[in-house]
């Protein structure tokens, strides 16, 4: 270090240490200096944990009374059905016509859906056959059901002294029946040709107690 860098030297050094001055009634301080550059935005940083739930509020108060809604529709055809019942038909005839309903069908492209519901008795007659047959069936205008088939029931018996009125339902699906007034009937006769044969034997239909025969026109897909 030369002469001349060394004099500059105490000479700045003397600077700095005579800017200090005291101030009264306090410690020696420096004067402050201008504001710095503002810093740069720190990271983000991580998110806190949940809340606690606060406690529950009261309850509003209650609302006013709506509007009354439109009445209800139902865009649904009426069903089409029909009852016939009787009170002790008390029928001892072994074959025939045992009870019929008309019954007014009003489209030709829907089914019949019918049911009859009563008691039947059939008793062997001995020394016919090997035993009795009886057969009863639901007829359309006095035709058996041919689509898809006919609605019939039978009952086979060879006991010569069980006087049994049993209750018994017979009920089926008819399709292909035209528009208009049917006659729905339950009929009794004879059994189909058994090998062997069957015997008539002695036949009873509704004693003592209600009969019926119940009609539904219904849409059918087949």
């Not at 503002?38 to 009374?65: A, C, F, H, W």
């Not at 009426?78 to 009870?99: E, T, V």
């Not at 829907?110 to 062997?124: C, F, K, P, S």
Request: glycine residues 12%; charged residues 15%; hydrophobic residues 30%.
């Amino acid at each position: 270090m030369n002469l001349l860098n060394a004099a500059c030297f105490f000479i700045i050094l003397y600077v700095v240490i005579t800017s200090c001055e005291p101030v009264a009634h306090a410690a020696e301080q420096c004067v402050q200096g201008p504001p710095g550059l503002p810093g740069r935005d720190g990271q983000v940083g991580r998110d806190g944990l949940p809340g606690r739930d606060g406690t529950e509020g009261n309850s509003g108060t209650k609302g006013e009374i709506g509007d009354s809604g439109a009445p209800a529709t139902c865009s649904c055809p009426a069903r089409n059905i029909k009852q016939c019942a009787w009170w002790d038909r008390n029928l001892d005839i072994d074959s025939g016509l045992i009870s019929t309903c008309k019954f007014n069908k009003i489209s030709s492209h829907t089914a019949l859906y019918v049911i009859w519901h009563g008691n039947i008795r059939l008793i062997h007659t001995a020394g016919t056959s090997g035993a009795s047959c009886a057969r009863w069936y639901i007829t359309f205008n006095n035709e058996e059901c041919i689509n898809p088939t006919s609605i019939d029931g039978t009952m086979l018996t060879k006991l010569t002294n069980e006087n049994q009125h049993i209750p018994t339902t017979i009920q089926g699906i008819c399709m292909g029946q035209p528009a208009g007034t049917i006659d729905v009937a339950l009929q009794l006769g004879n059994c189909r040709p058994w090998p062997g044969g069957l015997g008539q034997g002695n036949r009873y239909t509704s004693w003592h107690s209600t009969s019926r025969i119940i009609i539904e026109e219904m849409d059918y897909t087949y």
